[in-house]
Structure formats: C-alpha cells, structure tokens
C-alpha cells in the first residue's frame, strides 16, 4: 500500500512533535479483508500519536514546572519568607486550584528533572518559549552548554514518558544516566523495564561483561516493550487529562483517599493524637524522603509515624518505616519526649495487615501506656477494609 507523502516533522501550535511516519492511505479496490486491516492501522497509528502526544506535553509541563520552581528558589522576591515549607505551600495552593499531581514530592521531582535535563529547552516551540522571561531564560546558555544534544532531546521526548525521566533523574552519574536513555530508545523499553534493568544493574553487568553485544542480545529478547495501552493507563496521563474514572483508581490516588480518611480517623478517635505534617520531608545522607503522616501523642509524649502501603507486607517496607523512626529519634526527640513509634499499614485484597515498629522500647511502664493509649490493630485493621471496599465512593 501507498504512502502519503509529508513533510519532514515539525511541531504544532502546541509544541508538540508531529510523528516522523505518515498515515497509511486507503487502498482503492476495497474488499472486506483489507478493509477491515486498514481501519485496524489507522485505529493503532492515531492512538499512537495521541499517546505521545499527551506524553511530550505532560513532561513539558513537568519540567516547566520544575524550571519555574529553580528560577524561584534562586531570584524569588518572597523566597526567604517561605524558606522549607516552600513546597508544602505551593502543592496546597496548587492543589487547591485543582492542579493535579503536585505534592510536595512531585515538585521536588520537577525541580530535580529540569535540573537533570536542562537543555529540553532547545525542544520548546516559539509558542511554550513565550512562557519563558526574556531575562534570565537562559536559551543561548543551555544551548552553548549541550551543544552535542543536537536531536537528542527531541528524540527522548518522543521515546520516553515522564515516567522513565522519573526513573532517569535518580541516577546521578550522567555516563550511567546517558547509557540507560540509549538503551530505553534503542528498546523502546516500558517504564517498568527501565526500573528494572536499573534495579538488576544492566549498566554494571554491561562494563564488566567480555561479550557485550551477547548480553545486550539477551536482554533485548526478554525485554518489555513500550504499547500505548500500558501508557494511557500511566496515573500520570490520568491525572494530567483530569480522568476520574474508575479504572483511574490507582496505586497512588487510592493511598491518597486512605491517608486523608485515615487522618480524621486518628484525630476523630481523641486519644491525644496532634497532627504535625503530612508528606513530612527528611533529609538522609543527601537524599529526601517523606513520611506519610507525622502526629505527636501528648500523653504518650512521642512522635508516631504511620506509613501506609496499597500493597502486600514486606520487610523492606518495615526496613524503611524503621529508618524513618530511627531518624526523628536521632533529631525530632527532645530531653522529655519517649521514643517514636511507627504504624506501618499494609493492605491487601480481603485484609489489612497493621504492623508497629517499636524503636527500643524497653520502659515497660511506657509500653503498658501505649498500648491502652495507641489505637488497637484490630481497630485499624478494620478501619482500613471497609475503606478499601467503599473505594468506588471515594473517588
């Protein structure tokens, strides 16, 4: 079958790269046969470039946003007002303005993106350019710093989702961070692949192999490809399209609806819960990471963090909940405070699994107190089924 003729890829008026690949024209002389194959090609070829439609502008956007954030946190008029609850402002602003995804944990994301991935800026069209200050844009500076990204950027915005960049920005060496982003091009590998090729250290395996092409052959035949069915579902074009289905009922916005429910529950229960932080931001060895829910118990006189997983039980999870504790006990405690406790909740299909991470508690009288003054698993346990079998009402 013919081909249209098109011209060379350009952008649109939204700054979005057009396919490289025309359309499939209608063949003339029609039967039912290649009828039936034509439309299933036009079918697939648009809702590919829907796809990556959708995808290129939702990591514009993210790294737009993160741009922004830098800019500010560097020349911000009101910047030292803010200081540290800078972020936590703005995802509530932000939030309260029905923009989605933008938790104090994503806007550090966005922040660390653009950091990692400056030069997108020679991808933006006239169009998005114009959202950008003519002093201190810095075009002509990221152009002479990557001059050697050419294409390269253009190409990674086609090929990768925001999810993969997510994946990309965590790898802080940029040899190690280039050969992934070859790799996942070259592969067209989903965002799971990725992480676990990270994960099985495809990159280490590679540098020490003798027979490098026989390893990149095997992992290329195992490896899980890219389909824009798997895309579409991603929670951040559902978030971004502002899709409340509920198939968009995922991972994330479940745990979101828990832990709001879960907030009032323990507040509502009165037995001296006082409500520090949400998303609580801690520093370890140069890298943050965030606490679900923080309260401080006035009569049991400690800090309890609950964390809470949409997820089976794992000791990683406990590992982690038990870092957290050991950290606010290291520089949260003060002379009068007892040690912290941590709630890890932990669901499943039929069942939930509460589990308390006690830091060292060896005062009995203490851990006589806190079990009559903490709320019982059982109590928990319950609390958290009947959320999850209502989840339909809490979208």
Same mark, same amino acid.
């Given at each position: 079958m013919k081909r249209q003729q098109r011209p060379p890829k350009k952008s649109n008026d939204t700054g979005t790269p057009e396919p490289s690949h025309p359309l499939i024209r209608e063949p003339e002389g029609l039967d039912l046969p290649s009828l039936v194959r034509w439309i299933a090609d036009i079918h697939y070829q648009l809702v590919e470039r829907a796809t990556k439609a959708v995808n290129v502008s939702l990591t514009l956007r993210n790294w737009l946003i993160g741009r922004s954030i830098q800019n500010y946190e560097l020349e911000g008029k009101d910047r030292a007002t803010y200081g540290d609850r800078l972020f936590s402002a703005l995802a509530n602003d932000l939030t309260s303005r029905g923009v989605s995804n933008c938790s104090p944990r994503q806007l550090y994301r966005y922040r660390d993106f653009y950091l990692a991935y400056p030069y997108i800026v020679g991808t933006l069209s006239p169009q998005l350019l114009d959202l950008l200050p003519e002093k201190g844009g810095n075009r002509e500076i990221v152009g002479t710093l990557y001059p050697q990204s050419g294409n390269g950027s253009q190409d990674l915005l086609q090929c990768l989702s925001y999810s993969h960049f997510q994946e990309?920005?965590?790898?802080?060496?940029?040899?190690?961070?280039?050969?992934?982003?070859? !790799?996942?091009? =070259? $592969?067209?590998?989903? $965002?799971? !692949?990725? @992480?676990?090729?990270?994960?099985?250290?495809?990159?280490?395996?590679?540098?020490?192999?003798?027979?490098?092409?026989?390893?990149?052959?095997?992992?290329?035949?195992?490896? +899980?490809?890219?389909?824009?069915?798997?895309?579409?579902?991603?929670?951040?074009?559902?978030?971004?399209?502002?899709?409340?289905?509920?198939?968009?009922?995922?991972? @994330?916005?479940? !745990?979101?609806?828990?832990?709001? =429910?879960? @907030? +009032?529950?323990?507040?509502?229960?009165?037995?001296?819960?006082?409500?520090?932080?949400? @998303?609580?931001?801690?520093?370890? $060895?140069?890298?943050?990471?965030?606490?679900?829910?923080?309260?401080?118990?006035?009569?049991?006189?400690?800090?309890?963090?609950?964390?809470l997983k949409v997820d089976t039980f794992s000791h990683e999870y406990l590992g982690q909940l038990n870092t957290y504790v050991n950290w606010f006990r290291l520089n949260e405690m003060i002379c009068d405070d007892n040690p912290p406790i941590g709630i890890l909740l932990c669901t499943r299909k039929n069942e939930a699994l509460v589990e308390y991470a006690l830091a060292g508690m060896d005062n009995q009288l203490f851990v006589s107190k806190y079990q009559v003054e903490l709320p019982q698993k059982e109590e928990i346990r319950k609390f958290i089924e009947e959320q999850i079998l209502n989840e339909g009402d809490m979208v």
């Open positions: 990309l920005v965590a790898i802080e060496d940029p040899l190690k961070r280039s050969f992934y982003e070859g !790799e996942c091009t =070259r $592969g067209n590998w989903s $965002g799971r !692949e990725l @992480q676990r090729q990270i994960s099985s250290l495809y990159y280490e395996r590679t540098a020490l192999s003798k027979n490098k092409k026989r390893l990149t052959g095997i992992v290329s035949g195992k490896a +899980e490809s890219i389909n824009p069915a798997q895309v579409i579902r991603d929670p951040y074009i559902f978030e971004f399209l502002g899709l409340h289905p509920h198939e968009a009922l995922t991972e @994330q916005n479940l !745990e979101g609806l828990l832990i709001n =429910r879960l @907030q +009032e529950f323990l507040l509502e229960l009165g037995r001296g819960f006082c409500f520090e932080a949400r @998303q609580k931001r801690i520093l370890i $060895g140069g890298e943050h990471f965030f606490v679900d829910l923080v309260f401080y118990h006035r009569i049991l006189k400690c800090h309890v963090l609950i964390e």
